[in-house]
């Protein structure tokens, strides 16, 4: 889900707000900033927390990781290479590297998918099976 602009005035959002926009609990937003996985955002004259484009844009990318499938200890070394100041061609090594790992599983899933349509079809033919010859049986009275 691209996200261009913090709110429709243009304004940054709270912590409820920015879960709201991306689908996840303040929860999990708290837990990503204490982690070191998504960076802690400004905070408004009131204290509380204040999320812009691009706070909301890195946790997106956070989210979207997570969708994946990466570890939380994963994420932590991509927000650490991040911040360490590391290039794109040494955090797109690592984007692809976990592409590998989300394209091995999904091959497996797959697999799994494939042997459960087959079994499903076998309990349907069955099915079908009993139920034609239940009603060729003549009944007794």
């Given at each position: ?25 303040v ?26 484009a691009?706070a ?10 997570r ?49 459960l ?12 099976g ?12």
């Open positions: 889900m691209p996200l261009t602009r913090p709110s429709e005035t243009g304004a940054p959002l709270t912590i409820s707000g920015a879960a709201h926009e991306l689908g996840i609990t929860d999990t937003i708290r837990y990503y900033e204490k982690e070191g996985i998504a960076p802690a955002p400004g905070r408004g004259p009131d204290g509380w927390r204040r999320y812009d691009d909301l844009s890195w946790l997106a990318g956070v989210v979207m990781l969708g994946t499938g990466m570890s939380v200890q994963e994420m932590r070394e991509y927000a650490a290479a991040y911040r360490a100041g590391s290039t794109p061609q040494e955090r797109l090594a690592m984007l692809e590297a976990h592409r590998e790992t989300v394209m091995a599983r999904l091959e497996g899933v797959h697999r799994h998918l494939a042997a349509d087959a079994k499903i079809a076998r309990y349907r033919e069955h099915q079908d009993s139920a034609r010859s239940a009603a060729r049986e003549p009944r007794a009275s």
